[in-house]
């Protein structure tokens, strides 16, 4: 009868635990967790607004304003439940259904965010390999067409995975020791003792990590191939400088994500995950919008040509102010 009445509070709510544990930590990690997350949401706009305001865009500062509204979608999902999660002391309760969406829209952002970056690898062999073709293949339709077809593909295996993972019965606890309802946290608490369960997961990591990982691959063994027989250092270098942004992006995703989901459901530990799922939705998506304007030359031209439109108009507003003051 116990068990009976577990699986029926399972398929109601979960009780997300949080960071229960660091009683001590919680007023220091709440700040840290907030200033992090204002700091991450005002990159991402800034750079967004740059972007959208800059009236010759090319495909690259296209691909970077997607990626940025992603980021900012991102941590909006994760962050504001961990941030109340260390405000209540005992977890905080989430619906079934609530839990099912967050898991949905966690996992559709970060696999957009991984076709996103198989087709930024795509736009850096063109511009490399095929330089005089580039402007032919890369037009604005075309990387329009390239960025729905990365968000729609997000979804549609984030759909399949959720379903997949919300019709198993949950029949061990209701508690989730996570500060959100990440994929293995929800599949601990599944009461299956085979490995059917994590069958979903496999074939979603496949289609979101390993396939656009390989197209990223063979980019990069293209671009490799092509700059051997760049005889200029000079030449070599500046081609090179174009991928560096790409490649630190593609590290810092592929490594927490690979760390996190490509691996069995019996070595699933609850204090470790927290702690890199602490780092690649807080920290990761922080370093993004910096990596942005420090790495690539576009984006810090593009914020400079922001930052002069703002003071010519507080400029233009200030003498106008003066202009009705003196009249």
Same mark, same amino acid.
């Given at each position: 009868?116990e068990r009976?009445?577990?699986?029926?509070?399972?398929?109601t709510e979960f009780?997300?635990l949080?960071?229960?544990?660091?009683l001590?930590?919680?007023?220091?990690?709440?700040?840290i967790?907030?200033v992090v997350?204002?700091v991450?949401?005002?990159g991402?706009?800034m750079i967004f607004m740059a972007?959208?305001?800059e009236?010759s865009r090319?495909?690259?500062?296209f691909?970077?304003?997607?990626?940025s509204?992603i980021e900012f979608c991102y941590?909006?999902v994760?962050?504001?439940k961990?941030l #109340?999660? &260390?405000?209540?002391?005992?977890?905080? =309760?989430?619906?079934?259904?609530?839990? %099912? @969406?967050?898991?949905? !829209?966690?996992?559709?952002?970060g696999g957009?965010?991984c076709?996103l970056?198989?087709?930024m690898?795509y736009?850096?062999?063109?511009a490399?390999?095929?330089?005089?073709?580039?402007?032919a293949v890369?037009t604005e339709?075309f990387?329009?067409?390239?960025?729905?077809a990365?968000?729609l593909g997000g979804?549609v295996v984030a759909?399949g995975l959720?379903?997949a993972?919300?019709c198993l019965?949950?029949c061990h606890?209701?508690?989730?020791n996570?500060f959100?309802?990440?994929v293995?946290a929800? #599949?601990? &608490?599944?009461?299956t003792?085979n490995? =059917?369960?994590?069958?979903?997961?496999? %074939? @979603?990591c496949?289609? !979101?990590l390993l396939?656009?990982?390989?197209?990223?691959?063979?980019s990069?063994?293209?671009?490799?191939a092509?700059?051997?027989?760049?005889?200029s250092s000079?030449?070599?270098?500046?081609?090179f400088s174009?991928?560096?942004l790409h490649?630190s992006?593609t590290?810092?995703?592929?490594g927490?994500?690979?760390f996190t989901?490509?691996?069995?459901k019996?070595?699933?530990s609850?204090?470790?995950d927290?702690m890199v799922s602490?780092?690649?939705?807080?920290?990761?998506?922080?370093?993004?919008p910096?990596i942005?304007?420090?790495k690539?030359?576009e984006i810090?031209g593009v914020?400079?040509?922001?930052?002069?439109?703002?003071?010519?108009?507080?400029l233009?507003?200030?003498?106008?102010r003066?202009v009705?003051?003196?009249?």
């Open positions: 009868m009976d009445n577990k699986s029926t509070d399972a398929t009780l997300l949080g960071f229960s544990e660091l001590c930590l919680r007023v220091l990690l709440f700040l967790l907030l997350h204002l991450t949401l005002a991402n706009v972007v959208v305001m009236p090319s495909p690259m500062l691909f970077l304003c997607q990626l509204v941590t909006l994760i962050v504001p961990a #109340l999660g &260390l405000i209540v002391v005992d977890g905080i =309760t989430i619906s079934f259904v609530g839990c %099912a @969406a967050q898991m949905h !829209l966690f996992v559709a952002l957009a965010e076709f970056l198989a087709a690898s736009d850096r062999y063109v490399i390999c095929q330089p005089l073709h580039y402007v890369m339709g990387c329009l067409r390239l960025a729905v990365c968000c979804f759909l959720t379903v993972v919300f019965p949950f606890s209701h508690r989730i996570h959100f309802c990440d293995p929800v #599949l601990h &608490l599944a009461c003792q490995y =059917t369960p994590e069958l979903p997961l496999l %074939a @979603a496949v289609l !979101l396939l656009p990982f390989l197209l990223i691959l063979t990069y063994v293209c671009i490799a092509a700059l051997l027989h760049v005889t000079v030449g070599r270098g500046k081609a174009t991928c560096i490649l992006i590290l810092l995703h592929y927490c994500a690979t989901y490509i691996r069995p019996s070595s699933y609850p204090a470790q927290k602490l780092v690649y939705t807080n920290i990761t998506p922080l370093l993004y910096f942005y304007s420090l690539n030359k810090r914020l400079r040509k922001m930052l002069r439109r703002k003071k010519v108009a507080q233009n507003w200030d003498t106008i003066t009705i003051c003196v009249w």
